[in-house]
């Protein structure tokens, strides 16, 4: 993933706005390289005990049950993710990313939802 960082907040001029983008659903198992830097959406039964990796985030693992997927809610985002817990089947939406594994990266406590299907 590329950040651009502007230099100053005059380096910024707002042009309009363009379509909105809709997440493209895919398998657990799918998320991959024809993935990476996509918004996608996935659902599945969390499948492990939910992970802390402090300072950076949270690891929440899957599975569709095509194949595990590690989510990764980084800490920036302020995403609580206190009321998850294994067993429950959860969507979500974010970026498609590569850190050593490939992971789905949600951006707003929106992207996270708990299904009942």
Not at 21 to 40: D, F, H, N, Q
Not at 44 to 63: K, L, V
């Amino acid at each position: 993933m590329l950040t651009v960082v502007p230099a100053n907040a005059s380096g910024v001029k707002v042009r309009g706005r363009g379509p909105e983008v809709e997440p493209r659903w895919v398998r657990t198992a799918s998320i991959s390289e024809a993935t990476e830097g996509l918004l996608v959406q996935v659902v599945g039964t969390i499948t492990q005990p939910i992970t802390p990796d402090p300072p950076y985030g949270t690891i929440i693992i899957i599975d569709d049950g095509s194949g595990p997927i590690r989510i990764f809610v980084c800490a920036s985002t302020g995403i609580d993710v206190s009321h998850l817990a294994p067993g429950q089947r959860i969507s979500v939406t974010g970026l498609s990313y590569q850190f050593i594994d490939y992971e789905v990266d949600p951006r707003f406590q929106s992207d996270i939802g708990r299904r009942e299907d």
